[in-house]
């Protein structure tokens, strides 16, 4: 016959279950946080990506030949503008969306079917929702990501009706 177990026994083991709880509660708000922060880095990507290509279409566009102002067909046009007889780079490489990981963007038409502005294809909600910048202060209070529109209007107003057919479907 075993003897009867003590009563520290059964107080050890309450503490042990005691313990891992407070751990893997401590454990799922690390989770969160780190979430948390790296999706504020990606929108930070975001941000800083966008711009480079709304400066990129922007150079691309201010730079025509002989005073002609068109925008590039295709995002490999900023990578090299073959409109010039030396090589012009307004951008150094395409870059991914930050939020969806993919190469492809959502791409914003000027009336000529050049591309105006890129978008990211994501329907994520954005953490932030204001504090932004002068040239972006058209994404505070947005749903999704895909509307976030990174891009360059030429200084020449546009005919009425026209800034809303630039806005991705929802």
Not at 77 to 101: N, S
Not at 128 to 138: C, G, M, P, T
Not at 156 to 165: E, I, L, N, Q
Request: hydrophobic residues 35%; without cysteine; aromatic residues 10%.
């Amino acid at each position: 016959m075993s003897p009867p177990p003590h009563r520290s026994q059964g107080f050890t083991l309450v503490a042990i279950l005691f313990a891992v709880a407070i751990a893997g509660t401590a454990l799922a708000l690390l989770g969160t946080v780190w979430h948390t922060q790296v999706k504020r880095e990606k929108e930070a990507e975001l941000l800083f990506v966008g711009d480079q290509y709304r400066r990129a279409i922007a150079s691309y566009y201010q730079r025509g030949p002989g005073g002609v102002k068109h925008y590039p067909r295709k995002l490999e046009d900023l990578l090299e503008d073959r409109r010039f007889p030396t090589r012009v780079r307004h951008l150094r490489r395409l870059y991914p969306d930050p939020i969806t990981g993919k190469a492809e963007w959502g791409l914003v038409r000027a009336p000529d079917g050049g591309i105006r502005g890129v978008y990211s294809l994501s329907e994520d909600e954005p953490l932030k929702q204001s504090n932004f910048d002068l040239a972006n202060q058209a994404f505070e209070s947005r749903d999704q990501y895909r509307q976030w529109l990174f891009e360059y209007v030429d200084q020449v107003p546009a005919p009425s009706g026209k800034a809303a057919d630039a806005m991705p479907p929802k």
